[in-house]
């Protein structure tokens, strides 16, 4: 069954410090792969998609992500964390042939001073 | 350009009362779709409409119904709530009508407690 993993509920990192959310999705086909941000009390805002091509996708507010089809990954990541990034990531994979976006359970980061 | 819209924000029911979410979007988009999003369980899809005057279910169909009105308006309604339907409901948009490859557009949400 297609399914989609972010391991980590939630992570802290401290303003500057690098950060990296990991996502692992099961899905026999060419996935469609997005990460979402969900900011308190806002709607989901896409950050990053990845459909083909190379593999290292840069999205809005200097966020990247990398694609890595042996090991069924698409982490996010940023260099330097803002206390503006705390908000709630989620990894999705869309699924081909029909009108289904798979969502992970998201991944709440917090930003220490 | 508001985007997508909800109401209401808020909305407390008691249990076997009805309601209806109401979505729209000034985007143009062919697309739109209402979600729930639960506590560790990420966002599943209720309904989805491709076009104006077509709609199909998605993950967890049972206990709701939809309207697509017009291609700006889609409405998600529950004939008799259940309080395992106490949720934030999430009513979103895309461009395309292929789904899988659109980006989606958000609206703020519609928490919803049924006692």
């Known amino acids: 069954a297609q399914s989609v993993t972010q391991p980590d509920i939630h992570i802290t990192v401290s303003e500057g410090a690098s950060l990296e959310l990991r996502c692992n999705y099961s899905?026999?086909?060419?996935?469609?792969l997005f990460w979402y941000v969900q900011s308190p009390g806002q709607g989901l805002q896409l950050l990053l998609k990845?459909?083909?091509?190379?593999?290292l996708v840069q999205g809005i507010k200097g966020f990247e992500a990398e694609f890595k089809r042996s090991q069924s990954s698409f982490n996010l990541r940023k260099p330097s964390v803002h206390w503006s990034d705390a908000a709630e990531y989620f990894c999705?994979?869309?699924?081909?042939?029909?009108?289904?976006?798979?969502f992970g359970a998201g991944t709440r980061l917090f930003v220490k001073a | 350009n508001a985007g997508v819209t909800q109401t209401p924000k808020f909305q407390v029911l008691k249990t076997g009362q009805s309601m209806t979410l109401q979505c729209a979007q000034d985007m143009n988009h062919n697309s739109m779709y209402w979600y729930r999003q639960d506590p560790g369980m990420g966002l599943r899809l209720i309904y989805y409409?491709?076009?104006?005057?077509?709609?199909d279910k998605g993950e967890v169909p049972n206990g709701y119904n939809v309207s697509r009105l017009n291609k700006r308006e889609f409405s998600l309604r529950l004939e008799s709530a259940a309080p395992s339907q106490t949720s934030v409901y999430f009513c979103?948009?895309?461009?395309?009508?292929?789904?899988?490859?659109?980006?989606?557009?958000f609206g703020p949400g519609t928490r919803l407690t049924v006692l």
């Open positions: 979103a948009s895309s461009e395309g009508s292929r789904g899988h490859t659109d980006t989606q557009y």
């Open positions: 990845y459909f083909s091509g190379d593999t």
């Open positions: 999705a994979v869309g699924l081909t042939g029909g009108f289904k976006t798979i």
């Open positions: 899905y026999g086909a060419t996935p469609y």
């Open positions: 409409s491709a076009s104006e005057g077509t709609t």
